[in-house]
């Protein structure tokens, strides 16, 4: 059982490129969720899904993110002409059903995003 | 006032003490959580618990739902205990509210 995949595990683009980042769920999990880590605070939500729908993306900002977690293959976060502020540890965890139920939830090792 | 407060915010103790963290929290739960950040900054999952108490090697998890407090205790303390401890409550819509952080460092 290998756990929450995460990849790249660092990441280094330029203002105005874009970033893809991908996180393969446990096995068994068809919950995905997607945090935010500044540097110097706390993990915040950004959006969780299942498998082809999204299912709350309302700590997402609105423009330049996006989210998708297709029938085949990982959940990607993607980050359209990224800049400064986007430079953060983007985590995904996943949980075999919602986590309004008392689930585990299983974090990945989280993606580091600089950009330049 | 955040829903989640965790204290101490830091934490510095001799290698070998017995070490407490504490979360209170002021929204209904159905479990809380207790999530270890490494220096390198991957998370770990260490306990979910939803009343009384877990225990897991010299990690020891508390859970008081009518005071809406929870405690982790460190026995025996270790330099690779050295982390951040994140407590972190669910709430509506598949979201968590997540404390600051305990930052905790052991000395040899």
């Known amino acids: 059982n290998a756990g929450v995949m995460q990849n790249p595990r660092h990441l280094v683009r330029r203002r105005g490129q874009e970033a893809r980042l991908r996180c393969s769920p446990m096995k068994g999990h068809s919950h995905v969720y997607w945090y935010r880590q500044l540097p110097e605070e706390g993990l915040k939500f950004m959006v969780y899904l299942q498998k082809e729908n999204i299912i709350d993306e309302s700590g997402m900002p609105k423009e330049r993110f996006s989210a998708e977690f297709p029938k085949e293959g990982p959940s990607i976060l993607r980050i359209q002409q990224v800049v400064r502020g986007d430079s953060a540890a983007y985590f995904c965890?996943?949980?075999?059903?919602?986590?309004?139920?008392?689930?585990?939830?299983?974090f990945g090792a989280g993606s580091r995003l600089t950009v330049l | 006032k955040n829903e989640v407060e965790q204290s101490p915010q830091n934490l510095t103790a001799q290698e070998g003490e017995f070490i407490t963290i504490n979360c209170s929290y002021s929204v209904g739960i159905s479990a809380l959580h207790w999530l270890q950040q490494h220096p390198g900054g991957g998370i770990v999952s260490l306990f979910m618990l939803s009343s009384g108490k877990k225990k897991h090697g010299r990690l020891i998890a508390t859970i008081n739902i009518q005071e809406k407090h929870s405690s982790l205790h460190i026995t025996a303390s270790h330099p690779r205990d050295s982390a951040v401890y994140i407590c972190a409550v669910p709430r509506t819509g598949n979201q968590f509210y997540f404390g600051t952080g305990t930052s905790l460092t052991v000395i040899p």
């Open positions: 965890a996943s949980s075999r059903t919602s986590i309004s139920g008392a689930n585990v939830l299983t």
